[in-house]
């Protein structure tokens, strides 16, 4: 299958290797399929984990300053004004 991928022409590998042309075909296809499945297969990749975890972190933190503030302009609503003179 290498080489094949690697560009070699399939009735040469056929002839050396005593494999008909449509098998080879077939394996080629099959590996081609099994490496972009590969590529496309991200969920135990444990860089994204942990990537998609500080976003989650990151969103509960925003949530709980902005709660905070609005908490603190509540009980105090002219603090953080600055004086016209």
């Given at each position: 299958m290498l080489r094949l991928l690697r560009g070699e022409a399939v009735d040469a590998v056929s002839?050396?290797?005593?494999?008909p042309i449509y098998k080879l075909e077939q394996w080629r296809d099959r590996a081609l399929a099994g490496i972009d499945a590969g590529l496309k297969e991200r969920e135990n990749?444990?860089?994204?984990?942990?990537?998609?975890?500080?976003?989650?972190r990151i969103g509960e933190l925003v949530m709980e300053v902005e709660i905070l503030q609005k908490e603190r302009r509540a009980k105090h609503p002219l603090a953080g004004r600055r004086s016209s003179r």
């Open positions: 002839r050396e290797v005593s494999v990749d444990p860089l994204e984990r942990q990537l998609d975890e500080a976003k989650r």
